[in-house]
């Protein structure tokens, strides 16, 4: 499914602009901040963790903020921008390419529909659509919902009352119930003493096919990346999803579990109410989380775990059983 730019940029700032006291061999043009995954030649990409070092190995970026530890990781070809903090250079520019990113200013484009634009679409009372956004045939709007510029919803889309959409990506037959905020701004920020620095994101949600989700929940959208959720997921209620998360196909997500960012769900999870999913963790494919277990370090494949930490459920069983005695 292909993602959007939601927000405008500095489409003529050169890697000299935004760091003018550096030579480099190389005075790009930027086309782009991406992760080193999805970078490309004129991108500029960060590398802040050893986590990603397999990653960094194959990045197609021309320039990386990094530090003197993990250079070594990058390819010849990258042109490293050393840096004590990563993340705080990185919001730096993002600031600069992006200057409207770091807050969610309100769509003043927000007018009721026009029918004839949304053909075989349903509206209730009050609702309010951005620019150019697109709505497939037999969806139904719910009243007082929200869907701001440029969002693409796919057909056979419900999408219950008091919903703000903005930032997103819907595939088809995609129910969203009542109350959910998609798209905003995640929690990202550098502490200072003074004042704290915003994290800009610039980020999508793609939603694919046949996904529900539950009432109340919150779905930020990418900061760099895109937050993700797979084919036939659902989500209970009140369910919070931070930036950047990935959560694969054919999962279920119970009430309160809260996911930090970044963290990648494999397809076919099941996870119990309250549980809590870590940052930058790795959950394989058919994991079972017991109900309100703390998810602390990276889960195998077809794994069954609980408690908190979490640990495999036979471990977790036995601990009980010596407290017990």
Not at 238 to 258: L, P, T, W
Request: one cysteine or more; charged letters at 20%.
């Amino acid at each position: 499914m292909k993602t959007r730019l939601f927000f405008k940029k500095k489409n003529s700032l050169t890697i000299n602009n935004i760091f003018p006291n550096i030579k480099f061999k190389k005075k790009l043009k930027l086309s782009n901040i991406s992760t080193l995954k999805n970078s490309s030649t004129f991108d500029l990409t960060f590398f802040d963790s050893v986590r990603y070092k397999s990653d960094a190995f194959k990045t197609k970026a021309s320039y990386c903020l990094t530090t003197k530890k993990l250079e070594q990781y990058l390819p010849n070809s990258v042109e490293k921008i050393i840096v004590k903090n990563v993340l705080f250079e990185l919001a730096k520019v993002l600031k600069k390419m992006y200057p409207d990113a770091d807050i969610d200013y309100p769509d003043l484009s927000l007018k009721t529909p026009i029918k004839t634009k949304h053909n075989g679409v349903k509206f209730g009372n009050n609702v309010l659509v951005g620019k150019n956004v697109k709505i497939g045939k037999n969806s139904v709007i719910g009243s007082n919902t929200i869907i701001e510029h440029d969002v693409i919803l796919g057909k056979n889309c419900v999408i219950g009352s008091g919903v703000i959409i903005k930032n997103s990506v819907f595939g088809n037959n995609i129910v969203i119930q009542d109350g959910c905020k998609i798209g905003v701004k995640g929690f990202g920020f550098i502490p200072l003493k003074e004042k704290n620095l915003k994290f800009p994101h610039i980020g999508n949600v793609i939603i694919e096919d046949n996904v529900e989700i539950g009432a109340n929940c919150t779905i930020d959208r990418g900061s760099v990346d895109n937050t993700m959720i797979g084919k036939n997921t659902y989500l209970d209620n009140q369910v919070h999803i931070a930036h950047n998360v990935k959560i694969g196909s054919n999962c279920m997500i119970a009430g309160q579990v809260g996911f930090a960012g970044s963290s990648n769900i494999g397809n076919n999870v099941s996870i119990g109410g309250q549980a809590g999913v870590s940052g930058h963790l790795n959950i394989g494919n058919n994991v079972k989380i017991g109900g309100g277990s703390g998810v602390v370090k990276d889960i195998k494949d077809n794994q069954i775990v609980m408690g908190y930490p979490a640990v495999p459920f036979k471990e977790f069983l036995k601990k009980w059983k010596k407290k017990d005695e």
